[in-house]
């Protein structure tokens, strides 16, 4: 569908030529990522589904499309540059046999928590109904996907657990962890109900959709559904967007669900059709609980602008643009339109660290994808860039580029994981042919540690 952005952020003056994708002597370096060949050829796009343990591991998950094949979970040991099978995640989910669609995806970052580590899985199998993605109609002989699960694997152990199931056989997209209080929650999709399950009283609970019909919806009833929960855990409280921009907090001692007054519809970040697709609309892309100000920060997708929400004072504050160079001096919205979902803070409890994209010129002008409003919009054409952003200074720097030692672009990154020494690591596609797969890819530290 359309996507309906039409507001133009802050352009350069009229005409000005546009830099080349290639660094300028006194631009920012080029940077080389390398590839981890995990061995899973059949590997498809996976989003988040990964983060660094305090072992110092790289976890993460890559996906299937397969409606008889799972997720696998990979550990990469930058020590000794080793990569370990953990696990298939429909195993995992104790649905071996269950002669159902799999568990092909896991869409969420892993949060540790007394010695296991906790995420959720999701369907990776669909079906394209009136022009949308929708949970796959199972093949001749097998069941319909069973529900997303809240999961957690035990590093000493080698073990994982079940903990609940999602229900109405939906997927669970979006994750975090209340690790103070035990509890987990996500949203689920497509309805993007909000659910939630106490580790110690062992109780799941629903509350219900929380943006009209979600991602099943049609026409009107239509929302994209949020990708980031935001706890706060001095009290417990989890935050979410949705794509008319309204900022929800679930109460954890009420267990209820309000409105906040501020919110996220805010000039900078566009114009948009909420009940429209191929957007993430007004929603937050990705965000994280900043302690030292009680404050989360955030990248509104699309648009690519930097924001902190005051949870003390409910204002939120728009603070910088976090795009690459290239898309700032070119004035376009970033590349992916749903946004990147790259996004987390350092291991210096102070530093943000963003993957994001950008234009490719090639003899001054812009070269576009084969279709740069889709949802597999790149084809190869992604000029992919490390930024940072220092929070008590409020510093912007694009380190440049990257690209493999091959001279290709990483394409199609929507996560990221920071490892103990400053290295950052994504899941990428690795290859253009026509058995392209996606993998581990890492790029040595670009600040000084």
């Not at 369907?123 to 796959?136: A, F, L």
Request: hydrophobic share 30%.
């Amino acid at each position: 569908m359309r996507l309906l952005p039409i507001a133009v952020l802050v352009l350069l003056a009229g005409c000005q030529k546009a830099p080349d994708s290639k660094p300028a002597a006194n631009g920012p370096k080029q940077l080389t990522a390398r590839i981890v060949d995990s061995g899973f050829p059949d590997s498809h796009d996976s989003y988040n589904a990964i983060s660094c343990a305090s072992d110092g591991k790289i976890y993460y998950v890559l996906s299937s499309e397969k409606p008889d094949a799972g997720a696998r979970m990979y550990s990469y040991d930058p020590t000794s540059a080793a990569v370990q099978y953990i696990g298939d995640l429909t195993e995992a989910a104790g649905e071996k046999d269950a002669h159902a669609i799999s568990q092909g995806k896991s869409h969420v970052s892993f949060i540790e928590s007394r010695g296991k580590l906790y995420f959720a899985t999701h369907i990776g199998y669909y079906s394209i109904i009136d022009g949308m993605e929708k949970p796959g109609i199972p093949p001749k002989g097998m069941g319909k996907y069973p529900g997303g699960h809240f999961l957690s694997y035990d590093t000493s152990t080698g073990k994982f657990e079940s903990h609940a199931v999602a229900p109405r056989n939906e997927g669970i997209i979006t994750f975090n962890m209340d690790t103070r209080r035990q509890r987990l929650y996500g949203l689920t999709w497509p309805t993007g109900r909000f659910v939630r399950y106490d580790l110690p009283a062992k109780s799941f609970k629903d509350l219900g959709p929380v943006s009209e019909q979600g991602e099943d919806g049609k026409g009107k009833t239509f929302r994209t559904i949020c990708r980031s929960l935001a706890v706060n855990p001095e009290d417990g409280s989890v935050y979410f967007s949705t794509s008319d921009g309204a900022i929800h907090r679930y109460d954890y001692a009420t267990e209820s669900i309000s409105v906040m007054n501020d919110d996220l519809k805010k000039d900078y970040f566009g114009l948009y059709d909420p009940s429209s697709a191929g957007h993430m609309g007004y929603n937050w892309r990705q965000t994280f609980f900043y302690g030292p100000e009680k404050a989360i920060y955030g990248v509104h997708g699309n648009s690519g602008y930097l924001f902190r929400y005051l949870t003390a004072s409910d204002a939120v504050e728009v603070l910088d643009r976090i795009t690459s160079e290239d898309s700032k001096h070119s004035g376009m919205f970033d590349q992916f339109s749903y946004g990147y979902l790259g996004f987390t803070l350092g291991p210096d409890g102070k530093t943000i660290y963003y993957l994001t994209g950008g234009p490719v010129f090639e003899n001054g002008r812009r070269v576009r994808g084969k279709d740069s409003t889709a949802k597999g919009e790149s084809k190869g054409r992604e000029n992919l860039h490390l930024v940072t952003w220092d929070i008590p200074a409020r510093k912007y720097t694009d380190h440049g580029p990257i690209f493999f030692t091959n001279g290709q672009r990483p394409n199609y990154v929507n996560s990221i994981a920071v490892g103990k020494d400053g290295s950052v690591y994504c899941l990428s596609r690795v290859s253009e042919d026509d058995h392209a797969k996606t993998d581990l890819i890492r790029i040595a530290p670009v600040l000084a540690q």
